[in-house]
């Protein structure tokens, strides 16, 4: 990884065991990891610019975490990538994912942390 990449990174979410602390609470966090690739390199690079984003790189994969709430808009990932990305192309990059993922439409992709957020969502 490049030192360009290693500044841009907000934070790396993976701890040692020994540093890990078990608690019984609810985090409301929730991401998604995608396979490195052009487009996952270019969505972590737009997500990054959000400082309430954690993007972690991997040697084969890319960690974008956030708490709460991860909006990702494709038409403006689009223009950072500078080609078209869809919402299906998009969840063909993301290899897994948690919290509660919805498609608002055919822009909008949104990973929700607090479960209650997404009834809204619910017909």
Avoid: W
């Amino acid at each position: 990884m490049s030192s360009t990449a290693r500044d841009a990174t907000h934070g790396n979410i993976f701890k040692s065991m020994k540093d890990i602390e078990f608690k019984q609470t609810i985090s409301h966090q929730c991401g998604v990891t995608m396979n490195d690739s052009v487009e996952a390199r270019a969505i972590a690079e737009f997500m990054n610019e959000d400082p309430t984003v954690t993007v972690t790189h991997n040697p084969a994969t890319i960690r974008i975490d956030g708490n709460g709430k991860l909006t990702f808009k494709m038409d403006e990932i689009s223009e950072f990538l500078g080609r078209e990305m869809t919402a299906e192309t998009f969840e063909v990059n993301t290899s897994t994912h948690y919290g509660r993922m919805v498609r608002v439409d055919d822009n909008t992709v949104v990973l929700f942390g607090n479960m209650d957020d997404v009834f809204e969502y619910i017909e």
